[in-house]
């Protein structure tokens, strides 16, 4: 698939052959607005311009949570168990 001279794309063209989701996946992104579509009648077309922002923020995400560290360390377990595998009392 060419980006170039394209202003706008189907919703299976953006979510299955440039982001690499599922047909289904895809459709659910769209409805759910993680991917920006344009309704013209019963069509759904996504605008370049908003895939290129979406992809720019993830981008931007990963980037800003790669940067954060968790305080403390790792997450220490919620309950505490015996040998037995049941919940000990406290």
Same mark, same amino acid.
Request: net charge positive.
């Given at each position: 698939?060419?980006? $170039?001279?394209?202003?706008? =794309?189907?919703?299976?063209?953006? @979510?299955?052959?440039?982001?690499?989701?599922?047909?289904? $996946?895809?459709?659910? =992104?769209?409805?759910?607005?993680?991917?920006?579509?344009?309704?013209? @009648? +019963?069509?759904?077309?996504?605008?370049?311009?908003?895939?290129?922002?979406?992809?720019?923020?993830?981008?931007?995400?990963?980037?800003?949570?790669?940067?954060? +560290?968790?305080?403390? @360390?790792?997450? +220490?377990?919620?309950?505490?168990? $015996?040998?037995? @595998?049941?919940? +000990?009392?406290?």
């Amino acid at each position: 698939m060419r980006w $170039s001279g394209r202003d706008t =794309f189907t919703v299976e063209e953006a @979510g299955c052959e440039i982001l690499g989701l599922s047909r289904c $996946s895809a459709y659910e =992104f769209a409805r759910t607005a993680v991917i920006p579509t344009i309704r013209i @009648g +019963k069509r759904l077309i996504v605008p370049r311009v908003g895939l290129e922002r979406l992809l720019t923020g993830m981008a931007g995400a990963r980037n800003r949570n790669a940067k954060r +560290k968790r305080p403390g @360390g790792k997450r +220490k377990a919620r309950h505490r168990w $015996s040998d037995s @595998g049941r919940k +000990k009392e406290e």
